[in-house]
């Protein structure tokens, strides 16, 4: 369960719209994606959790407030 406000909750989705491009920084998980891995945002739960379609072809969702990506501009 996410700790995540209503606030955090929609900066997190003004900051990654759907769409955006974003590279993959770390993920707490043996099947993440290498660092470094490009992917697009489909959607963002009410947790938190940043759901990206990875280059690699994985869907490995992003955990807010443990895993980190980058948004590419």
Same mark, same amino acid.
């Given at each position: 369960? /996410? =700790? &995540?406000?209503?606030?955090?909750? +929609? ?6 719209? @759907? $769409?955006? #491009? #974003? *590279?993959? &920084?770390?993920?707490?998980? /043996?099947?993440?994606? *290498?660092? $470094?891995?490009?992917?697009? #945002?489909?959607? @963002? !739960?009410?947790? %938190?959790? &940043?759901?990206? =379609?990875? !280059?690699? %072809? /994985?869907?490995? %969702? @992003?955990?807010? %407030? #443990? !895993?980190? @990506? +980058?948004? &590419? +501009?």
């Amino acid at each position: 369960m /996410s =700790n &995540i406000t209503k606030n955090q909750l +929609e900066n997190l989705r003004k900051q990654y719209p @759907i $769409g955006c #491009v #974003v *590279k993959l &920084i770390s993920m707490d998980d /043996s099947f993440a994606p *290498k660092r $470094g891995t490009l992917g697009k #945002v489909f959607y @963002i !739960d009410d947790t %938190g959790t &940043i759901h990206v =379609n990875w !280059d690699n %072809g /994985s869907t490995l %969702g @992003i955990l807010f %407030g #443990v !895993d980190k @990506i +980058e948004r &590419i +501009e």
